[in-house]
């Protein structure tokens, strides 16, 4: 309907305040918040802003760490509390689904979804391990001597064997490096055994996740929303951060410059998102501020859902333009300083006090405010969220396989490739098959182009016909070889075949 506040272009319906509260799809990538204490209806905010974001053609990346985002993929049942708040705002329920891929570091719920050792580089890495300066400081020196020496880091195994390889060589390294400790390494490999029982091996490897697959349009000019099932990840808090914000980063060094677009590439819903800054070190809370700050001019934008504006360090929480409040309680000190701070992050409106109306909003209302035309806050309003047109809950296991098995990435990231790299390298050198010392520059060079001349030999198999899942997986992995290659000249050789691999 022309008339239908739910369509109206360029803008995604929020709710209703004396006027209809929208969001401006040109400033989707200034970021946001939403905020608010458990069972006050943060979810459904969220999932009416992911509905918005899907309709107009970007898609989404959101953390699922209850389960009950999942039923965004299945049309709304007609519930009468939904119903009545349509009727209640003047606009037409009409039960809709959304095309949603489900991914799960575990593998169980959802396509695996993997990073490199390499990739996630040793600042992260040292953050999930809880290592301090010290051991830290050790890690990173084993990543110098796998980049000069041409081993290739994909998984928990290679970075064990690279770490006795350190330890084994600690005294000809330290002159280069500084000290490097038995009790250091030690540590860190005791640290890596609590993570693998963790479950976390199943996440380091390949092929690793492509970033632009998140990207990527669904043929009827929708987005694609990707939920990542974390009801079991959350139990591991450090790994479940640390692996959101690497998605972050790859998406910021990877994207082009775009400035501010009609509407982002990408929205990015962190929940929980009090696990990403508590006790971060201060150089990794500097790279988040500065992704957060910078990431925007690459048309991503980044939505945090927490309970409390206080889990938001002030100079992200500056950045964050479009914000919903819902209630908090103020029960104790720390309550009433939240409330505080929440109400003095908006622009005031003369009609009412803020943080008395914190503490009295109903379930399905909020504080909110958007950024205008102008691109400045507009003035926070009481506002009765809109309902959401999927349903409001969890799926079913049955739903979600069927899901999955219409999902465009079926194949190409279910089956784990295991290439040569670092662990069997090493090895090889400690059983005599190869030189016992560095590695030459031509050694190198002629492991890392076997390395790839064996992944893309999968490329062209069965020409002209639909690869099988093994044949998926061994392309994917590599794309993955060609984010680990250290060597000039086999860059060179893959920009040749591919046009353009970094």
């Known amino acids: 309907m022309a008339d239908d506040p739910n369509n109206v272009p360029g803008k995604i319906l929020v709710g209703k305040a004396e006027d209809y509260i929208y969001l401006l799809l040109r400033y989707g990538n200034r970021h946001g918040l939403v905020a608010g204490a458990t069972g ?4 459904v905010t969220l999932q009416k802003l992911a509905e918005g974001f899907c309709n107009a053609g970007t898609c989404v990346f959101a953390a699922d760490v ?17 119903v009545a708040r349509a009727e209640e705002i003047g606009m ?72 006795t390889y350190v330890s084994e060589n600690a005294s000809d390294l330290q002159q280069r490096y500084g000290n490097v400790s038995a009790a250091s390494i030690g540590a860190i490999q005791r640290q890596l055994l609590v993570l693998e029982n963790q479950g976390a091996g199943k996440f380091f490897g390949e092929p690793a996740l492509d970033i632009l697959d998140l990207l990527k349009p669904d043929i009827d000019g929708r987005g694609f929303i990707h939920i990542l099932k974390a009801e079991k990840l959350i139990n591991s808090p450090n790994l479940y951060a640390t692996f959101l914000f690497w998605l972050l980063s790859e998406l910021f060094a990877k994207l082009p410059e775009v400035g501010d677009p009609d509407k982002p590439k990408l929205v990015f819903f962190f929940d929980e998102a009090h696990l990403l800054f508590a006790d971060a070190p201060k150089a990794l809370l500097q790279a988040i501020e500065q992704v957060v700050r910078l990431i925007r ?55 009412f006090s803020t943080a008395d ?32 047109a999927s ?32 662990f069997e390298i090493l090895q090889a ?26 992944s893309l030999g999968g490329l062209f198999v069965s020409k002209g016909k639909r690869p099988s899942v093994a044949q998926s997986a061994i392309r994917s992995a590599a794309t993955s070889a060609a984010r680990t290659v250290g060597s000039a000249v086999a860059r060179e050789i893959l920009r040749g075949i591919t046009g353009g691999m970094k």
């Not at 503490?359 to 009765?384: H, I, Q």
Request: aromatic content about 6%.
């Open 66 to 82: 209850k389960g009950d985002l999942s039923g965004i993929a299945m049309p709304g049942d007609g519930a009468r509390t939904f």
């Open 429 to 454: 050198r400690a059983q005599g098959r190869t030189s016992g010392g560095p590695v030459g520059a031509n050694e190198q060079e002629g492991g890392l182009l076997s390395q790839i001349g064996a």
């Open 297 to 351: 001019s690459k048309g991503v934008g980044v939505y945090f859902v927490t309970q409390s504006p206080l889990d938001v360090p002030d100079t992200v929480l500056g950045q964050l333009g479009n914000r919903a409040q819902h209630a908090l309680r103020a029960f104790t000190p720390r309550d009433q300083k939240a409330v505080k701070t929440a109400a003095d992050t908006f622009r005031q409106n003369p009609a």
């Open 391 to 422: 349903r409001v809950g969890p799926i079913t296991d049955a739903e979600l396989r069927e899901v999955q098995d219409s999902s465009p990435f079926k194949g190409k990231y279910d089956v784990a490739v295991d290439r040569e790299s670092a």
């Open 357 to 388: 109306v914190i503490t009295k909003l109903n379930v399905g209302e909020a504080l909110v405010s958007m950024l205008e035309g102008s691109g400045a806050p507009a003035m926070v309003s009481r506002t009765k969220i809109a309902p959401p």
């Open 40 to 43: 006050t209806g943060k979810t």
């Open 92 to 163: 037409k329920y009409e039960p809709d689904q959304f095309r949603c891929v489900f991914w799960d570091v575990f593998g169980e719920k959802g396509h695996p979804v993997r990073a490199t050792i390499a990739e996630m580089g040793p600042l992260l890495l040292a953050r999930i391990l809880q290592l301090n300066d010290i051991q830290s400081g050790v890690l990173n020196i084993a990543f110098r001597v796998a980049d000069e020496q041409g081993l290739a880091l994909l998984d928990l195994k290679d970075l064990r064997a690279m770490l």
